[in-house]
Every structure is written in C-alpha cells, then in structure tokens.
C-alpha cells in the first residue's frame, strides 16, 4: 500500500544560512590573524574547514553559501589588489574556481554522509520499534488485547492519536472502544471508504484530504480486517516517506496480529464442535449399547414373568428377579457416572470436605458391591496408625467402586483382589491391585480418558468409571496412575494431600 501526496514548499531556514554567514565571518577574522605568518593555501585550508563545519551543522543550502562567501572573502581580504574584488593575477581566478568547486563538493559529500547516518539511525529505530511490537503481539491472544498493544506503540512511535475500526457482523464498521480520539461522521465516512477500496485516504493524501486524520486498511491475507485511523500532533509529520513506509509496516503487523487471533478462535471453535461431536457419538454409542443390553434383558425377564409366571419353578423365578435387579444395578451405575462427568465437564462438582477415615471409606465401598465380590478373596491392608484424610467420603467412596468396579470387568473370576492405604505426613495413598492380564503397554494413560474401554470378554461399561475418578481426585489436588505389576495385574493408585494439622478429639 502506499500513498500520494501532494508536493510542499519547505521553507528556507533563515537562521542557518544566518550562522553560515556568521561562521564565514569567524573564518576570516582567524585568516586575518594568520595573514602574516602562513601562505594562501593555508588560508584557503581554513575556509574550507569553516565550510565542513557549517554542512554537518546547518545542512547543505547553509554550506553552498558558506561556500560562495568564502571565496569573496579570501579574494576581498587577502588577494591583492586587497579591500577589492578585482584580481591582478589571472592564476587566482582558477584558484577560486577550485576552491568553490571544492566547496561545494566538500559541503555536499558532508550532507550525504550526515542524511545516510541519520536514515541509518532512522531504520535502526523503527526496527526496533517494530521488533518490540511484534514481539508483544507474538506472545499475545485476544483481539482485544492485540490492539491495546498495537495502538499503543504506534502511538508512541508517531506521536498521534490512534483509533482502529472493526467491522461487525453486517459488515459495518465500528470504533474499537480503546480508541484515542473520536471520529465524526465525515471521519466514518473515509474509514469506510478505505475498508470497501482497501487504499489510504485522509490526511495528506490525494484520497479526501481534508480529513484530520491518515487513514490505513489492515489488510490479511483473507482480507481487510479494519481500518486504523492516526491523526498526528504536528499534520506534516508523516510527510516523509520513510515515516510512512514505517507506519504501514506497523498497519501490516497488526492487520496479521488480529487474523492471527481470529484463525486461533476460530480453530478453537471448530475444537469444541469436534470435541462435542464425538462426546454426542460415544454418548450415543453408549445409550444405543450399554443401555440397550440391560434394558433388553429386564424386558425379557420381566416379560418371561408376566406370560409364564405360573408354569415357572420358584428357581427360575427366583434367577430372573435376581438378573432384573444385577442389570437394573448396572443401568443404575451406568446413569450415574453420566451425571457425575456431567457435572466435572460443567464444573459444578462442589467438594464438602471433611476429615474421614480412610477405613471406613473403604469398608463402604467394598460393602456396595460387595455381591459381585462374593467369589473374591479381597485383602485390605490399613494400618490402625492411618490418620483422618480431609476429602469428600462420598466422591472418594466412588473413586472406590469404579476401580473395583474395573477389577470385576477385566479380571478372571475368582482372581484376587488386594487394597492397601499408607500415609505420610502430606499425603495418603490408596492402591487398589488386581490379578488380571494387565494392561496393554503405552495404554497405562490412557485408561483414564473418556469413554475409553479395555479388551474384554465379559461385561463392558461406558468407558467413564477412571475418567471421574481421575475428576474427583483432581479436584482433591491428588493424583491418579496405574501401572502393571511385576507379577501380572495391575494397581490403581491415589493420593489424598494432607494440608492441614490433625483435628484434636475432646476426651
């Protein structure tokens, strides 16, 4: 992008040209003094450094003056006829003409060197002015607080008042409310009209110039994304090209900061709609399987009852009621670890913490499946010493029944089953340990993801009992793992951090 402007006058600069004069005059008083002791040429050497000295101060008009005033004075005052501009030896005037051929390319080699160190220091500083902004802009998120970035350097840079426009959802544009000034409706009209032409328009450019303030389109590679608008202290401080070239680098930056940001929400969005789309399908899955099995079997039984109710012996009776109660039992668990991760998914899970034993948590959880557990030998090793752990009983009893829950599904009937608790003074350890085939390697993390489900010839859940657990003991501040054992099984292991001094029993 880039912008025409029209052509300005730059105005003479009478004090330097005053101190070219000034310093010309300086010049030949030390020539005067050295009149008697030195030779023309060191005259003429003198004259030359008072023309250096006045181009790297005042500028080249100063020191082409500087130049032509030297060459009379050296004739007026020392070149006889003296107190005259007339010469008696030829040979004088080529002496002149050198020493203002001399001059004048001294003078102009001093403004060259003098402008290229300067657009130097100017190109070092802008690139550190952009280094710094895109490298606040890299590190943040947010269209929000990119511009707060944006606006600010350009702000300090150029010494203007920023405001940047955004277009809305009907492709109108409005003021980003962190804006520095106010525009009006004249001021709209040309961010408008540089959003839909996607060129530069306002202050000092052919495009409406009687605006007040410069206005760039923030183009990305998708396209525009605003407009900003900068409206200067001083109206000519953007007339240099360089300052210009600066400024659009600065819209270019933040133009790729804000579709940056736009590409990572947007990214983020299509995240979430994935991340939902396969929580709706596992859900489905679920229902459509883990529901319809048991449901499948109640309505058989119960059916099995109602039509041949009086042909079946008390045994078969007796086995269908038990079969509805063990499959109403497992919809029961099924429905229930749905609400739980429900609610760690919405974060509505409240802990009410208070100190247990850890004991007694365990003897309610092996007394809630303590049927399917009747053809197991469960050992439980608690030391009496254990002390009180501060955590929700009823979460952590569930933590529990899903990891035994786990055992039953995925271990040979009859294998044993071993708990154990130990504690340290910042933390309690519970490690439920089975017999089973263990777990397949690589796979000991991702047992604890949602609706992720083992091999298994028998029973199969939702995938959802060591996901909650894993919930439950985070929101706990604990930790879970599982890890094969030396021997074949495999341990489920918990802590419970222990923050707080012991309470103390009254006697």
Request: proline letters at 5%; a neutral charge.
């Amino acid at each position: 992008m880039s912008v025409v402007r029209p052509g300005r006058e730059r105005a003479i600069d009478w004090r330097s040209h005053g101190w070219a004069i000034a310093l010309v005059a300086l010049t030949t008083g030390a020539a005067w003094l050295m009149f008697s002791f030195f030779e023309l040429a060191d005259l003429i050497m003198m004259y030359l450094l008072g023309i250096v000295v006045v181009a790297m101060r005042h500028g080249r008009g100063p020191s082409l003056l500087a130049s032509v005033l030297s060459v009379a004075a050296l004739d007026f005052f020392f070149v006889p006829p003296y107190f005259t501009f007339a010469v008696s030896d030829a040979r004088h005037l080529f002496t002149f003409a050198v020493m203002l051929v001399v001059g004048f390319v001294i003078s102009s080699l001093t403004v060259r060197i003098q402008a290229q160190a300067a657009a130097a220091r100017s190109r070092e500083a802008r690139t550190a002015a952009l280094y710094a902004m895109s490298r606040e802009l890299a590190s943040t998120r947010g269209v929000d607080e990119l511009l707060t970035i944006a606006l600010r350097h350009v702000s300090e840079v150029f010494k203007s008042q920023v405001v940047v426009l955004l277009p809305g959802p009907d492709r109108s544009l409005t003021a980003w409310n962190g804006g520095q000034f106010q525009l009006d409706a004249s001021e709209l009209g040309v961010a408008r009209w540089v959003y839909e032409h996607r060129q530069p328009a306002g202050l000092g450019t052919a495009t409406l110039p009687g605006a007040s303030a410069l206005h760039l389109p923030l183009i990305a590679p998708r396209g525009p994304v605003g407009v900003l608008g900068v409206r200067p202290a001083d109206r000519h401080a953007l007339d240099a090209p360089e300052q210009l070239h600066q400024l659009e680098t600065f819209a270019n930056q933040t133009a790729l900061a804000i579709e940056r940001a736009r590409l990572a929400d947007e990214a983020s969005d299509a995240q979430i709609r994935m991340e939902t789309e396969r929580l709706r399908n596992s859900l489905l899955s679920s229902v459509s399987h883990d529901l319809r099995t048991p449901l499948a079997t109640i309505t058989g039984a119960v059916s099995t009852i109602l039509e041949n109710g009086s042909r079946l012996d008390d045994r078969t009776r007796q086995e269908l009621l038990e079969s509805v109660r063990d499959e109403g039992e497992r919809l029961n668990r099924l429905v229930q670890n749905l609400l739980e991760m429900t609610r760690l998914e919405s974060g509505a899970l409240q802990l009410r913490k208070e100190w247990h034993s850890l004991e007694e948590v365990i003897g309610a959880a092996l007394s809630r499946v303590g049927k399917r557990l009747a053809n197991r030998r469960v050992t439980t090793r608690v030391p009496p010493s254990l002390p009180l752990v501060p955590m929700d009983d009823v979460l952590v009893e569930q933590v529990l029944v899903n990891i035994l829950d786990n055992a039953l599904k995925y271990t040979p009937p009859g294998s044993p089953i071993e708990i154990i608790a130990t504690a340290t003074d910042r933390a309690a350890t519970v490690e439920v340990a089975d017999r089973g085939p263990g777990l397949p390697h690589g796979e000991e993390d991702k047992v604890f993801e949602k609706f992720y489900r083992g091999r298994s010839d028998g029973e199969r859940g939702a995938g959802l009992g060591l996901a909650i657990c894993q919930g439950v003991v985070r929101a706990h501040g604990g930790r879970i793992w599982a890890q094969n054992l030396p021997g074949g099984g495999v341990a489920f292991l918990f802590t419970l951090p222990i923050t707080d001094a012991q309470p103390t029993v009254d006697g």
